[in-house]
C-alpha cells in the first residue's frame, strides 16, 4: 500500500520561511517523480515544484519559482518543499504526489498517487 504523508505545514507570517517534508512507502520511490501541488479553497489545484528521479532536474511555474525550492533524498524516501518569502497567496492546502515516468508534468491527473496534504497559512 503506497503512502505519502506531508508534515511541517503551519501558520507564518508573510516573508516567512517553511519547510514541508512528504515521506513515502510502500513504492520505488527512486523510479518515481515527485510533485508538490496545493489547493486553496475555492480554486482549483495547482501545481507547485516537481523534481525528476534522481533530483537533478526541477520545475516551477511562474507563481514560486525563485522562491520555492523542491528536493529529494532518495535514501530516505524523502521530498521536501522549501518555501521562502512567503506570501498570504500562497495558502492553501499543500499535497505531495508521485508518479511514474519521467516527464515532470505539472497536470496532476498524471500523478498516480497523493498524500493528505498539510495546511499552509501566511497571514499578512
Known amino acids: 500500500q503506497v503512502q505519502l504523508i506531508e508534515s511541517g505545514g503551519g501558520l507564518v507570517q508573510a516573508g516567512d520561511s517553511l519547510r514541508l517534508s512528504c515521506a513515502a512507502s510502500?513504492?520505488?520511490?527512486?523510479?518515481?517523480?515527485m510533485g508538490w501541488f496545493r489547493q486553496a479553497p475555492g480554486k482549483e489545484r495547482e501545481f507547485v515544484a516537481a523534481?525528476?528521479?534522481?533530483?537533478?532536474?526541477?520545475y516551477y511555474p511562474d507563481s514560486v519559482k525563485g522562491r520555492f525550492t523542491i528536493s529529494r533524498d532518495n535514501a530516505k524516501n524523502t521530498v521536501s518543499l522549501q518555501m521562502d518569502s512567503l506570501k498570504p497567496e500562497d495558502t492553501a492546502l499543500y499535497y505531495c504526489?508521485?508518479?511514474?515516468?519521467?516527464?515532470?508534468?505539472?497536470?496532476?491527473?498524471?500523478?498516480?498517487?497523493w498524500g493528505q496534504g498539510t495546511q499552509v497559512t501566511v497571514s499578512s
Open positions: 504526489a508521485a508518479r511514474t515516468g519521467v516527464n515532470l508534468n505539472p497536470r496532476g491527473t498524471t500523478y498516480n498517487y
Open positions: 523534481i525528476s528521479q534522481s533530483g537533478g532536474t526541477t
Open positions: 510502500g513504492l520505488t520511490f527512486r523510479m518515481n517523480v
